[in-house]
C-alpha cells in the first residue's frame, strides 16, 4: 500500500463522505461481512453480467497487491460471484479487499478467512464462467460511478468512493473535519451544560 492511500486508513467513511457531501457512497445495502472490517486501496473494477465471475477471476489475475476489487454485478442477489475459494485466492495474492453489487456465498468459510468483503449478503447459487464481462473499466457499482484507480474505503458504516482527481483535497478536508468532530466530543462529552449550550446553538441556526 502506498503512503498516500494509508492516509486513508484510519479515517472513518462518515468524515470522507461529509468532505464530498455525501456524494460518493454506495447504496447502503452493500455492508461489511463483519463489523470490524476496513479496507482502503485503489479500484481495480470489474464488469460482470449477471451470473458469470470469469472475470471475476480474470481480476484476480491481473490486480496488484493493495489494490481493491470493485465488481459490478448488476445488484443480482440470486447467484454469488463468488465463495471462500475464489476469495481465498483474491486473498493470497495479496488484493486488499472485495466490493460487489451483488452477492457471495460460503459465508462461514469466508468469514474464517478474516479478509474484508463488502458485499449486499449472500446467496446459495453459483455463477457460470461464459467469459463475457471486462476488467479495468469505468463502472457503475452501488449507484456510483467508479474508474479503475479511484480510492475505496470501506468500514462498518459502508463504502466511499473518492475520485483520483479530488483526492487530495478529500484527504485534506476529511482530516480536518475529523479533528473538529475529535475536538467537539472532547469538549461536550459528559458535560450537561456544555451539550444544552451545543444543542441551543445548533437549533438556531
Same mark, same amino acid.
Given at each position: 500500500?502506498?503512503?498516500?492511500?494509508?492516509?486513508?486508513?484510519?479515517?472513518?467513511?462518515?468524515?470522507?463522505?461529509? /468532505?464530498?457531501?455525501?456524494?460518493?457512497? %454506495? &447504496?447502503?445495502?452493500?455492508?461489511? #461481512?463483519?463489523?470490524?472490517?476496513?479496507? /482502503?486501496?485503489?479500484?481495480?473494477?470489474?464488469?460482470?453480467?449477471?451470473?458469470?465471475?470469469?472475470? *471475476?477471476?480474470?481480476?484476480?489475475? &491481473?490486480?496488484?497487491?493493495?489494490?481493491?476489487?470493485?465488481?459490478? /454485478?448488476?445488484?443480482?442477489?440470486?447467484?454469488?460471484?463468488?465463495?471462500?475459494?475464489?476469495?481465498?485466492?483474491?486473498?493470497?495474492?495479496?488484493?486488499?479487499?472485495? !466490493?460487489?453489487? $451483488?452477492?457471495?456465498?460460503?459465508?462461514? $468459510?469466508?468469514?474464517? #478467512?478474516?479478509?474484508?468483503?463488502?458485499?449486499?449478503?449472500?446467496?446459495?447459487?453459483?455463477?457460470?464462467?461464459?467469459?463475457?464481462?471486462?476488467?479495468?473499466?469505468?463502472?457503475?457499482?452501488?449507484? *456510483?460511478?467508479?474508474?479503475?484507480?479511484?480510492?475505496?474505503?470501506?468500514?462498518?458504516?459502508? *463504502? !466511499?468512493?473518492?475520485?483520483?482527481?479530488?483526492?487530495?483535497? !478529500? #484527504?485534506?478536508?476529511? %482530516?480536518?473535519?475529523?479533528?473538529?468532530?475529535?475536538?467537539?466530543?472532547?469538549?461536550?462529552? $459528559?458535560?450537561?451544560?456544555?451539550?444544552?449550550? &451545543?444543542?441551543?446553538?445548533?437549533?438556531?441556526?
Amino acid at each position: 500500500m502506498d503512503s498516500f492511500i494509508k492516509k486513508f486508513q484510519n479515517i472513518p467513511t462518515t468524515c470522507i463522505s461529509d /468532505a464530498m457531501e455525501g456524494l460518493n457512497n %454506495l &447504496h447502503p445495502s452493500i455492508k461489511p #461481512l463483519k463489523e470490524e472490517y476496513k479496507l /482502503a486501496g485503489r479500484a481495480f473494477t470489474v464488469k460482470i453480467p449477471i451470473g458469470d465471475n470469469l472475470a *471475476v477471476l480474470k481480476a484476480i489475475r &491481473h490486480a496488484q497487491p493493495g489494490d481493491i476489487l470493485v465488481i459490478d /454485478a448488476k445488484g443480482d442477489q440470486y447467484r454469488a460471484i463468488a465463495g471462500d475459494f475464489v476469495v481465498g485466492m483474491a486473498q493470497t495474492l495479496g488484493i486488499a479487499g472485495l !466490493v460487489v453489487d $451483488g452477492v457471495i456465498r460460503d459465508i462461514v $468459510g469466508i468469514k474464517e #478467512l478474516n479478509y474484508p468483503v463488502f458485499s449486499k449478503g449472500t446467496a446459495v447459487a453459483a455463477s457460470g464462467k461464459a467469459g463475457v464481462g471486462e476488467i479495468n473499466v469505468p463502472i457503475s457499482c452501488g449507484g *456510483v460511478s467508479i474508474n479503475p484507480g479511484d480510492i475505496i474505503v470501506g468500514d462498518a458504516d459502508g *463504502v !466511499v468512493v473518492i475520485p483520483q482527481t479530488i483526492e487530495q483535497e !478529500v #484527504l485534506t478536508k476529511s %482530516l480536518e473535519k475529523l479533528e473538529k468532530d475529535q475536538i467537539r466530543e472532547a469538549s461536550i462529552s $459528559g458535560n450537561r451544560e456544555a451539550i444544552l449550550k &451545543h444543542l441551543d446553538q445548533l437549533l438556531r441556526k
